[in-house]
């Protein structure tokens, strides 16, 4: 059995060091390709951590395309070398590897932002002064739920932008949403159905299937989940994202929302998970308030996360609990701690405090704006103009791309990565055959810098246009 030595000292979560060092594994060559890795519990106790931080260490690189999990068998090293064809039939597009990126104009599957973008002076201004402060609290293991100022500061940020009145004792953060889809499959129960949307984000399927529970796909309609799908589905919990679904850009309107709240309140321990992942970020008409400000019976989970305002690596999410499930959670986690380093929670709490969160997210919104009006009217201004049609823009970091014709979207999406840019067909995020992901692309525009969108577009008009 793999064995190797974690810090609880470090600032870096231990689910991140034991990424790291099975990373360094896969490859150097230590771990062969196909090679089998440890069964979860057996891991967890031989390296004296819990389940739930192997689990977690695992999602990350199957996330990352590092391993590969079979159902009932477990996770198992990936062959690099032919990780290409294999991210084929994976439903997931995968982000490119270190050795790939350099050789890509820019990558449409990604959810990063611009390293340029991020506020480095203010991040480092915030650490130094942290440093210089309780330095005896930043070495203090936090409450399971997460440290309290970090908790009052996500409470203030949720009342002031998302209109939603909430306590800061509701509030729990963690490492990730993949993390915290595991807490809620943990609080709610395994012998539960869990409904996702189709299309949808396929990790979050892939999270629930890996805590063993059973995950409907449940199809959308042009208002979101499909109300009568999803009572035929018989589930119990459904995953959803009102404010702006991934990959469609479908934005549930107020009747839909509140036939969701009505299928909840059908029956006694229904719940929905609202994943406002990206809410932040709705570019175009007023704010949309979150499906949990009217939740008046305590069925909805609010779920958010840090990954997509600030950057991929600040791992750091959140739940909102209704009062019920919050008093659950401390009554069976309270002798545990909170996942997420000490010195970033204090970092980010005082990040919001001090209003510069905010301020990066109204930089963050005028430069994605400026970037989608250039990317579209490069398109508009393309052969690819007077060929295809763009929906779902207004809200989020990505849009559709649908051509009137073509040739098969693998093929397409395979030359456009040899001539540099990765893009993933709509099916990809399909579970079923949907006639309407048909010639259809998710082009996410959030990483690509302005002056490679020239590019960007030409190398579109000759890989996704036939003849």
């Known amino acids: 059995m793999l064995t190797y030595v974690l810090e609880k000292t470090r600032s870096e979560p231990l689910y991140a060091q034991l990424a790291r060092l099975i990373r360094d594994g896969i490859l150097t060559g230590k771990i062969a390709p196909g090679e089998r890795l440890p069964s979860k519990r057996p891991f967890a106790k031989n390296l004296g951590i819990s389940v739930i931080t192997v689990e977690n260490a695992y999602a990350r690189l199957a996330d990352e395309g590092y391993v590969a999990s079979q159902p009932k068998s477990g996770y198992f090293a990936c062959d690099l070398k032919s990780i290409a064809a294999a991210r084929r039939s994976d439903p997931k597009p995968a982000e490119p590897r270190e050795d790939e990126r350099g050789a890509l104009i820019a990558d449409l599957t990604s959810s990063q932002n611009e390293i340029s973008a991020f506020p480095f002076s203010v991040w480092s201004s915030i650490m130094r002064r942290e440093l210089r402060c309780d330095r005896t609290a930043l070495l203090t293991n936090p409450p399971p739920a997460g440290a309290l ?36 499959v943990r609080l709610l129960g395994r012998d539960l159905t869990y409904a996702v949307e189709d299309p949808g984000y396929p990790l979050t399927g892939r999270v629930y299937r890996d805590q063993g529970v059973r995950v409907a796909h449940v199809p959308l309609d042009e208002e979101g989940m499909d109300i009568e799908a999803l009572a035929k589905s018989r589930a119990n919990v459904a995953h959803v994202s009102p404010s702006h679904n991934f990959p469609t850009g479908i934005v549930m309107p107020p009747s839909r929302r509140y036939e969701l709240l009505g299928w909840a309140a059908q029956s006694e321990g229904r719940y929905i998970i609202e994943d406002d992942y ?73 990040f919001i405090d001090e209003g510069s969160f ?50 098969g979207e693998e093929a397409a999406a395979a030359r456009a990565l040899k001539l540099g840019v990765r893009i993933a067909p709509l099916s990809r995020y399909c579970a079923a055959d949907n006639p309407k992901a048909h010639r259809t692309f998710v082009v996410s525009y959030s990483s690509v810098p302005m002056d490679a969108l020239p590019a960007v577009v030409d190398v579109l008009c000759k890989a996704l246009l036939p003849g």
């Open 149 to 184: 100022c970090l908790r009052q500061a996500i409470a203030s940020h949720l009342r002031a932008f998302h209109g939603l009145d909430v306590s800061p004792s509701q509030v729990v953060v963690g490492p990730g949403t993949a993390y915290l889809c595991a807490l809620i």
């Open 278 to 350: 990206d809410s932040e970020f709705r570019l175009s008409g007023r704010p949309i308030c979150a499906l949990k400000s009217v939740d008046a019976l305590g069925r909805v989970i609010y779920m958010n996360t840090f990954t997509k305002t600030l950057a991929s690596t600040v791992r750091i999410s959140y739940l909102v609990l209704p009062p019920e499930l919050s008093e659950r959670f401390m009554r069976e986690c309270g002798p545990s701690s909170c996942a997420v380093s000490t010195f970033e929670q204090y970092a980010l709490s005082r």
């Open 358 to 407: 905010e301020t990066h997210l109204n930089r963050m919104r005028r430069l994605c704006l400026k970037k989608r009006k250039a990317l579209m009217d490069l398109i508009a201004k393309s052969p690819l103009g007077k060929r295809s049609a763009i929906t779902g823009q207004d809200a989020g970091l990505h849009f559709l791309l649908k051509l009137d014709e073509c040739d």
